[in-house]
């Protein structure tokens, strides 16, 4: 019953964070290009979205649902651990498009981080809880890491 909450409390949380289709204007940039302090580049195309903003909350749903030892599932921690990495490639890709120079320390985080994961995508994640507990916190420096880059991107 919790594992069957915890899919349904995911997919909530991500329909919750989608715009209608219908109730876009289309004329309009993107939520994203239009912030300040946005990571568009002046000559960039209009319809320019990234694609780490919109993963960040599923994983953070994930993180909620494993921080539960109940939710501590093989299943919950196999999703987490696949969502991290697609989220890690989404940063880096997001990072790359704009031209975003490193001191090396994102992209060691990054790498540091799923090296700590271990396996490849699709394997089964076996973190103990321990392990858990501190690759949460890791993810979430690396996303406010990536967060702070973008908006100090030209």
């Keep these: 019953m919790s594992r069957s909450f915890g899919w349904l409390f995911l ?17 309009r940039r ?18 320019v979205e990234f694609e780490a ?11 909620a649902t494993i921080a ?5 599932t ?3 921690l196999t999703a987490f651990k696949n969502g991290v990495g697609t989220l890690v490639n989404a940063m880096e890709a997001d990072l790359n498009r704009m031209g975003v120079t490193d001191t090396g320390e994102f992209w060691s985080r990054s790498d540091s981080l799923m090296r700590e994961f271990g396996s490849g995508a699709g394997t089964v994640a076996a973190l103990p809880a321990r392990k858990v507990d501190q690759l949460i916190p890791q993810v979430e420096q690396l996303v406010a890491m ?7 991107a030209p």
């Design 30 to 47: 993107p939520d994203v290009a239009n912030r300040t302090g946005s990571a568009e580049l002046s000559d960039s195309e209009p319809g």
């Design 146 to 152: 990536y967060q702070e880059r973008m908006r100090a």
């Design 11 to 27: 997919i909530l949380a991500l329909s919750g964070c989608r715009e209608a289709l219908s109730d876009r204007d289309h004329t």
């Design 74 to 76: 093989e299943e919950n």
């Design 53 to 63: 903003p919109r993963l960040i909350p599923a994983v953070r749903a994930q993180m």
């Design 68 to 72: 539960e030892p109940s939710g501590r």
